[in-house]
């Protein structure tokens, strides 16, 4: 389970599988003021971080790899490829690759997620 504070070696054992109890798991290392922020929308607060992302494995089959991980004094930098696929008679696959950004408070909880990646790569590509 995981516990402040953050560290690398936490996010790589914890990062195996993104389903609804990992992203649950989150909860303990996530400030309750967090803001989070990507290429399509933003928002701040734990909760409203773990509902984005319990709906989004609820509505598509997710597979994520974790490429690089680095960390600097109260920052994480991760890497990655992700995977979302609509469910149904019409599956829709897209492909990201991107780039997470974690700001860690004195605490080592993540006060501050900011994801990196193309929003019209996927577009173009498909």
């Known amino acids: 389970m995981l516990q402040p504070p953050l560290t690398v070696e936490k996010l790589l054992a914890a990062n195996e599988e993104f389903n609804e109890d990992s992203i ?3 909860a303990a290392v996530y400030h309750p003021n967090v803001k989070f922020r990507d290429a399509i929308q ?8 773990i509902e984005m992302n319990l709906r989004m494995v609820r509505k598509m089959d997710v597979s994520f790899e974790l490429l690089h991980i680095a960390e600097a004094p109260g920052v994480i930098f991760q890497s990655w490829n992700m995977e979302l696929a609509t469910r149904g008679r019409k599956r829709r696959v897209m492909a990201l690759n991107g780039a997470t950004e974690l700001e860690l408070d004195e605490d080592g909880m993540v006060i501050s997620h900011t994801d990196h990646w193309d929003l019209w ?6």
Do not use: I, K
Not at 42 to 49: V, Y
Not at 121 to 126: K, L, Y
């Open 24 to 26: 649950r798991a989150l």
């Open 121 to 126: 790569g996927p577009v173009w590509d498909g």
């Open 42 to 49: 933003s928002l701040e607060g734990r909760d409203e971080f």
